[in-house]
């Protein structure tokens, strides 16, 4: 009898732990999303242009620098990318592309569209001329936007671009495996589940979905892993990402090959050897066809450059710098 009632006892506590910890999780999340929520909130303002309604934020003074912002990103993202060049002595407009945060999902959101919503940015703004900084999936519209508005950019930057490649037939642009896919989808498909798998899970979170090797991150040092910790949190709230992400996806799996020959803009492309969704090969191809492009390169870093975060924004601060109107 009294085996069975130690066995209760011992089941009743492990119930009220469960709960307590069921409870702790709960609050933290609720705590974690409404600050997401708050922080997205403020601190950019709505363009009403001749392309629709873009959000955007602008931070310093200076040549004007448009940070065009990869997957999962937002104003937010750009203009915590943009601070080292604010620091430069350079004007930062960081904008929320189609379906991201509050710039609303036009019918047509193709990479073109996307340029053209760049111009019109600037339009409403009063710039004639800027930089575009095109970070992974902001590339394929950074482009665009050199191609079909070569009067209006001085200078174009591709970071870790997505862009196309010549790959033998049936292989993927993106070299991603289904079981890659089917986590990514779900880890963007909740907000929740997001940020459980961020708290929980982080290594897999930064190889399947930030295409980096873990060991990056886990010896890195304490302002790279600052950073990359602060890129997957304020990635929250996903479900306001959620168009433009899927958006970008559409855009990435039917890439073409531009007209890279037409592009006049210096250009400086950076790509990390090890980056997991193997697009150096594709970096290391754009800059051999763009006339005035310079290709750097690095052995390790992964999609997010970690460990590299001070000498990549030093050589794009100082590209910028002697290519100032």
């Known amino acids: ?93 960081a904008m929320s592309r189609f379906g991201y945060l509050r710039t609303p999902l036009p019918a047509d959101a193709s990479a073109a569209a996307q340029a053209d919503a760049h111009a019109c940015l600037l339009d409403a703004l009063h710039i004639r001329r800027a930089a575009l900084v095109g970070a992974s999936a902001g590339a394929p519209s950074s482009m665009q936007f050199a191609l079909r508005h070569p009067d209006r950019i001085t200078a174009l930057v591709l970071l870790v671009p997505v862009v196309y490649v010549p790959r033998p037939e049936d292989m993927p642009l993106i070299q991603a495996s289904a079981g890659t896919m089917f986590l990514f989808d779900t880890l963007l498909g909740s907000d929740f589940i997001f940020w459980a798998a961020n708290r929980f899970a982080r290594p897999t979170v930064i190889r399947a979905m930030l295409a980096t090797p873990p060991a990056l991150m886990a010896n890195a040092e304490a302002d790279e892993q600052a950073r990359i910790t602060n890129l997957l949190e304020h990635t929250l709230p996903v479900s306001a990402r959620r168009l433009g992400l899927r958006n970008d996806a559409a855009v990435i799996f039917s890439l073409e090959r531009y007209a890279l020959e037409r592009i006049a803009a210096p250009t400086l492309i950076v790509g990390m050897k090890d980056d997991l969704f193997g697009i150096y090969d594709a970096a290391r191809y754009t800059a051999v066809h763009i006339p005035k492009a310079h290709f750097l390169g690095y052995p390790s870093g992964g999609h997010l450059w970690v460990g590299r975060q001070k000498e990549v924004s030093s050589e794009i601060a100082a590209f910028l710098m002697k290519r100032r109107p």
């Open 1 to 93: 009898m009294e085996k069975i009632c130690a066995g209760r006892a011992i089941l009743v506590m492990a119930g009220v732990l469960v709960a307590l910890l069921a409870g702790l999780t709960g609050y933290s999340y609720q705590r974690d999303i409404e600050q997401a929520r708050e922080r997205i909130a403020t601190g950019s303002v709505i363009a009403e242009t001749a392309c629709g309604p873009i959000e955007y934020a602008v931070a310093g003074i200076g040549p004007p620098v448009l940070i065009v912002h990869a997957a999962g990103g937002g104003y937010d993202q750009g203009l915590e990318f943009g601070q080292v060049l604010v620091s430069r002595g350079f004007r930062v407009v």
